[in-house]
C-alpha cells in the first residue's frame, strides 16, 4: 500500500507540473501574441528597407566598405528578428488543431525528406526511422510536422556533425509512441526542467521557443511529451499521441 501511496504522489506531482506548465504557456503566448504582432509589420518594412539599400550599394564600387558592413549587419540581424516573431506567431497561435487522420510515418518521412533537401538535417551524420506501416493518429498534420522540426532541428544542434537521430514509432492500444533519440551533447540534470520553458536557451543564436511549442502542440492533442537525457550521451524525447 505504502509503494502505492508513493506512486500516487509521484503521479499528482508530475501532474501538476504538467498544468503549470501549461498555464506558464498560456499566458506568456498572449502577451507574446500581442507583441509579436505589433512588431510584424515595422519589422517587415526594415526588412525591406535593408533589402532594397543592399541591393542599391551591392554594385558600388564607390560605397565605402564601412557601409556595406554596416547594411549587412542590418539585414543579419533583421533576419534573426524576423525568425523570433515568426516563432512567437507559431506559438500563441490560438487556433484549435485541425484533427484529421495522419499516417505518423509518412509525415515523419516527408519532414526528413524537406530536412534533409534544405540542409537542415547536415549536422547528422545518419538517420533511422523504424515503424509498422500505416500507423494512424487524429491529428493536425501541419502542428505535428512542426514538432518534428523542432525535435530533429535541436538534435542536430546538439550532434555537431557526428551522431545519429534515431526514431521508433510503436503503438499502444489505445496510444501511439514516438520516440526520438540522438547521440548528442545532452541536458545537463539542471536544465531539464526548464527546456519547456519559452525563452529558455543554452545556444548563442537559440531563440527559446521550439520545445515552448513542441509543449503546447503536444498539449492540444492531449498528448504528452518526456524527455530522458544522459550528458555527453544523448537524448530521447517520447511522444504519447492518443489514436
Ligand atoms: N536534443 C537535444 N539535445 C541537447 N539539448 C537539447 C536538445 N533539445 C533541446 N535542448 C536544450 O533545450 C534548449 C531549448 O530548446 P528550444 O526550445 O528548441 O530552443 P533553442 O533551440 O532555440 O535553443 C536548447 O537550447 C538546448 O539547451
Ligand atoms: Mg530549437
Not at 521550439?210 to 524525447?237: M, N, R
Given at each position: 500500500m505504502q509503494h502505492n501511496l508513493v506512486e500516487r504522489e509521484k503521479e499528482l506531482i508530475k501532474k501538476n507540473e504538467e498544468l503549470l506548465q501549461g498555464r506558464k504557456l498560456a499566458s506568456i503566448g498572449t502577451l507574446a501574441s500581442g507583441v509579436a504582432h505589433e512588431l510584424n509589420n515595422p519589422l517587415n518594412n526594415i526588412y525591406l528597407a535593408a533589402q532594397i539599400l543592399s541591393k542599391e550599394i551591392g554594385d558600388q564600387d564607390t560605397c565605402p566598405p564601412i557601409v556595406k558592413e554596416t547594411v549587412k549587419d542590418i539585414f543579419s540581424q533583421t533576419l534573426r528578428v524576423k525568425r523570433i516573431v515568426t516563432d512567437l506567431l507559431e506559438f500563441s497561435r490560438e487556433k484549435e488543431p485541425e484533427l484529421k487522420t495522419v499516417d505518423i510515418k509518412n509525415l515523419i518521412n516527408s519532414v526528413l525528406t524537406r530536412m534533409e533537401i534544405s540542409g537542415e538535417l547536415s549536422g547528422a551524420k545518419k538517420f533511422n526511422l523504424r515503424a509498422a506501416d500505416d500507423i494512424r493518429v487524429l491529428a493536425d498534420s501541419h502542428l505535428l510536422e512542426q514538432v518534428f522540426v523542432n525535435l530533429f532541428s535541436n538534435a542536430v544542434d546538439a550532434m555537431e556533425g557526428k551522431g545519429f537521430i534515431d526514431i521508433e514509432i510503436n503503438t499502444r492500444n489505445d496510444s501511439v509512441r514516438i520516440k526520438v533519440s540522438d547521440t548528442g551533447k545532452g541536458?545537463?540534470?539542471?536544465?531539464?526542467?526548464?527546456?519547456?520553458?519559452?525563452?529558455?536557451?543554452?545556444?548563442?543564436?537559440?531563440?527559446?521557443?521550439?520545445?515552448?511549442?513542441?509543449?503546447?502542440?503536444?498539449?492540444?492533442?492531449?498528448?504528452?511529451?518526456?524527455?530522458?537525457?544522459?550528458?555527453?550521451?544523448?537524448?530521447?524525447?517520447?511522444?504519447?499521441?492518443?489514436?
Open positions: 541536458i545537463s540534470a539542471e536544465n531539464i526542467p526548464r527546456i519547456f520553458d519559452p525563452f529558455f536557451t543554452t545556444k548563442e543564436k537559440g531563440t527559446g521557443l521550439g520545445l515552448a511549442i513542441v509543449f503546447s502542440i503536444i498539449e492540444k492533442h492531449k498528448g504528452k511529451i518526456e524527455v530522458d537525457s544522459e550528458p555527453h550521451k544523448g537524448t530521447t524525447f517520447t511522444i504519447t499521441l492518443p489514436r
